[in-house]
């Protein structure tokens, strides 16, 4: 059949859809985020309740917050961080398999919140890479799904096949 | 004894527990529990030897947590430190705040008015509610209960809801302020506690249809933990874990503060001090509070809600700062000075839902402590875990840990 | 009740005790030899068996003893606090007997006053840090530790390395503003402790 048809017809291409690697991946990722809960002090209660039937973090598919970190994409970091904590925090960073994005739920992981003290890590960006900050003491669980619809546009933003490629983006 | 070493190359997590390898006896397993675990209320981690699937010894580390709030009470003024009480307990900060406003007050010798201290009455049973109903549905799930927890959780976001109308804050409320508190009941607000109060029992009796005759809850939970009298004791228990062993001592009556011996109330006591047990302690305690908070609304007194003879203590209300310049000065100096406390040493206790919740501050006169000590309920409920834990299954922790209900937020302070 | 005859009759059979000044339960003052034969009569013959708690205080770097210990007991048959002031003996390396043997709850609580203050309980089962990291080498609530804390390596080597990250005084930016006690309105005044550093102001050197 000659035909002078330049676009996408169904009886032609059959049920395909051309698009770029990026947008696929970056959808998939991006739909099913599950988080690795470390809820260390109060925020961890909020972060309980966006989980809860209420605020029902489970709309984004988010809700599979398993303690696993090998199962998890993204490490919620929900509470004071402390020097003594420190140590696990970036363990429990470092055995989560690529990709992986952290956010700093409240002001005590951004930055160290009302806790100017010797035992308190002033943010916990200075031992794991902060993607998506969250303000608030405890932040409202609107609040949290907020950074998390954030940290959703911002993978759909990257570049996933070139990072697949590369070698330079495996964390030890 | 012979030693035997196994070097196994997986990771740095193992690596790092070898100490504790080596120094299990030989043909135990050291594990380690914790610190990030989905069991533990916060950030506990527990070292422990297994001998097969039963502990032998059990050493819990604590200080996770540690934030330093003793050592930042020294550089706050009294009314700037309520904060930090909100962050102890925080499953029920307002019993925090209360707890700390009375014990402060009590240096000062102030007045309270029946207002006042019945809106710290209501407020705290609130917040034992909300404790309760948070500790009991995260109980039900560490035992394999999914359901309870998303029908407390339900409830407890009605208590929010309250919450926000009256302080502003869902919780961390920072309520209380020394020589009162902060603000006074919106209008309507106590018909809304009426409302919810008629509802709540609905929701306890779903959350014990599903548990309290539950084969499995049961099994899992009976002779479970059990913890006698005379070591409940020894040991600094207080609050339902000390109730639940038999103790009869709740501070609300042996020692009534803020107008407690004006309600009726029964206090539930245990038997045996296992799990089950805690529990059930605790569910009843749940309907006594809703019984004290009816009868602190049906018979709410009028007035003010702070102290008015508190001149240098409680910053008089909005429109006279703004408008007379007495209270313009007055507002200045507690703001910048904080409340002038005079010198002497207090210790006061207060019941919370987790045990008795005790500040020691001695005052050297001005508006920052000297020194100011945390009593935490959660601190000295754990130190039974050493003597507790060798005996039972691995498996039992869960439920040990849940039922002992504590939070590591005030534990490490 | 706690009444004038109780307080009589533990007076009368411990030398060794005073009075002290108190408004809101009766607070004992004991030397550290004999305080635990004290603990002992009041736990077995007064029945005072819940330790309630023990903390101790910092009387600053220039008093003439530095360190006391506070303990407070608690009775449920008279409904009252009891609160025993007991010295440290040694002002540089402060210690004091363990009563853990008998009150098993005070065992946490002296490990916490070791990790915060320095106190040395003489034989106490396992006196090690509990708050902090076992090698930290202050004691923080002490009143020359500064609440910003002081330059020392992160626990974790291995971590530390990666991350390039130790523990840091926490940057107090001018504050914490405390104000003094004094009728003068400029002692009474807000000022900033002289722990501090911002961007534009160097860490002190300890």
Redesign the interface.
């Known amino acids: 059949m000659i035909t002078n048809e330049v676009a996408y017809n169904g009886k032609v291409e059959g049920d395909v859809i051309v698009t770029k690697a990026d947008a696929v991946i970056n959808w998939i990722r991006k739909h099913s985020v599950w988080p690795m809960p470390m809820g260390l002090a109060c925020c961890a209660i909020e972060l309980m309740a966006a989980a809860a039937s209420r605020y029902d973090i489970s709309r984004f598919g988010m809700e599979v917050m398993r303690f696993s970190p090998r199962q998890s994409d993204c490490m919620i970091v929900a509470g004071t961080v402390t020097y003594k904590m420190a140590e696990v925090v970036r363990r429990i960073y470092d055995q989560m398999g690529d990709p992986k994005w952290v956010v700093a739920m409240g002001a005590c992981a951004s930055t160290g919140g009302m806790y100017r003290s010797y035992a308190v890590m002033q943010g916990v960006d200075t031992i794991v890479p902060v993607d998506v900050y969250v303000s608030g003491c405890p932040p409202r669980p609107e609040a949290l799904l907020d950074a998390m619809i954030k940290l959703q546009d911002k993978i759909g933003a990257e570049s996933s096949v070139k990072n697949l490629k590369s070698s330079n983006k495996i964390a030890c | 004894m012979s030693t035997e070493t196994i070097e196994v190359n997986v990771g740095d997590a193992v690596s790092r527990g070898a100490d504790a390898t080596a120094k299990a006896e030989s043909g135990k397993m050291a594990l380690n529990v914790g610190p990030s675990h989905p069991t533990t209320h916060g950030v506990l981690r527990l070292m422990m030897d297994l001998d097969g699937d039963v502990i032998t010894r059990c050493e819990p580390v604590l200080g996770y947590l540690h934030r330093g709030d003793e050592k930042i009470a020294e550089n706050m003024t009294y009314n700037q430190f309520v904060p930090y009480t909100d962050r102890l307990d925080y499953l029920s900060p307002l019993a925090n705040n209360v707890a700390y406003a009375i014990a402060v007050e009590k240096l000062t010798g102030l007045e309270l008015p029946e207002r006042c201290e019945a809106i710290r009455v209501l407020v705290c049973e609130l917040a034992r509610v909300s404790s309760h109903l948070l500790g009991m549905g995260v109980f039900g799930m560490d035992a394999g209960a999914w359901t309870p927890f998303m029908y407390t959780f339900t409830e407890r976001e009605k208590l929010y809801t309250l919450f926000e109308e009256l302080t502003g804050a869902r919780f961390t409320t920072s309520y209380t302020r020394i020589g009162g508190v902060a603000r006074d009941i919106p209008d309507g607000w106590l018909d809304r506690v009426s409302h919810f109060c008629d509802n709540l029992p609905k929701a306890i009796d779903e959350v014990e249809k599903l548990l309290t005759r539950n084969r499995i809850f049961i099994d899992r939970t009976e002779g479970i933990g059990q913890v006698s009298q005379e070591d409940a004791i020894a040991y600094g228990f207080t609050g339902p874990n000390l109730r639940a062993s038999g103790v009869d001592l709740d501070l609300r009556k042996d020692k009534p503060y803020s107008g407690y011996e004006k309600y009726d109330f029964d206090v539930p006591i245990g038997t045996r001090g296992d799990c089950y047990d805690r529990y059930l302690v605790r569910i009843e305690e749940v309907r006594q509070s809703l019984r004290i908070i009816k009868q602190v609304i049906s018979d709410f007194p009028s007035g003010l809600w702070y102290a008015e003879d508190a001149k240098k203590i409680f910053a008089p209300p909005k429109e006279k700062i703004l408008t007379s310049m007495e209270e313009l000065i007055q507002n200045f100096m507690i703001v910048t000075e904080g409340p002038q406390i005079p010198a002497g040493e207090v210790y006061f206790e207060a019941e919370n839902p987790k045990g008795a919740l005790g500040f020691y501050i001695v005052s050297k006169g001005g508006g920052v402590p000297y020194r100011l000590k945390i009593r935490a309920p959660s601190f000295c409920n754990l130190s039974i875990l050493e003597k507790m834990v060798p005996g039972h299954m691995l498996s039992d922790i869960t439920v040990i840990l849940g039922s002992l209900d504590f939070v590591m937020g005030e534990c490490d302070r | 009740m706690i009444d004038q005859d109780f307080t009589d009759s533990i007076l009368a059979k411990f030398s060794s005790v005073t009075k002290r000044h ?4 009766l ?1 004992l003052d004991c030397d550290s030899f004999s305080v635990k034969d004290v603990l002992l009569h009041l736990r077995d013959e007064e029945t005072f ?5 023990l ?1 101790a ?2 009387h600053g770097e220039h008093a003439d003893s530095r360190f006391s210990v ?1 303990i ?1 007991l608690y009775s ?1 048959i008279h ?3 009891l ?1 025993v002031h007991s010295i440290c003996e040694n002002n540089e390396h402060p210690s004091f007997p363990s009563v853990s043997d008998l ?3 005070a ?2 609580h002296e490990r ?1 006053a070791f990790d ?1 203050f320095g106190i040395r309980f003489n034989d106490h089962p396992n006196l090690k ?5 076992d090698d930290y080498p202050y004691y ?2 002490r009143k020359d ?6 330059e020392t390596p ?3 080597d ?2 530390a390395e ?2 390039q ?1 130790s ?6 930016m001018g ?2 503003f ?5 009728d003068n309105m400029s002692e ?3 000022r900033a ?1 002289d722990e501090s550093w911002t961007e534009d102001t160097e860490k002190p050197v300890l």
């Open positions: 108190h408004e809101d339960c607070t068996d819940l330790l309630v708690d903390t205080i910092d506070v407070h449920r409904h009252d606090y609160r009150y098993p709850a065992n946490w916490e915060m840090r509990i708050l902090m990291w923080p609530l530790f500064p609440l910003a804390g002081i992160l626990p974790a291995d971590v990666v991350t990250a523990v840091d005084p926490a940057p107090m504050g914490p405390v104000s003094g006690t004094g009474a005044e807000p402790k």
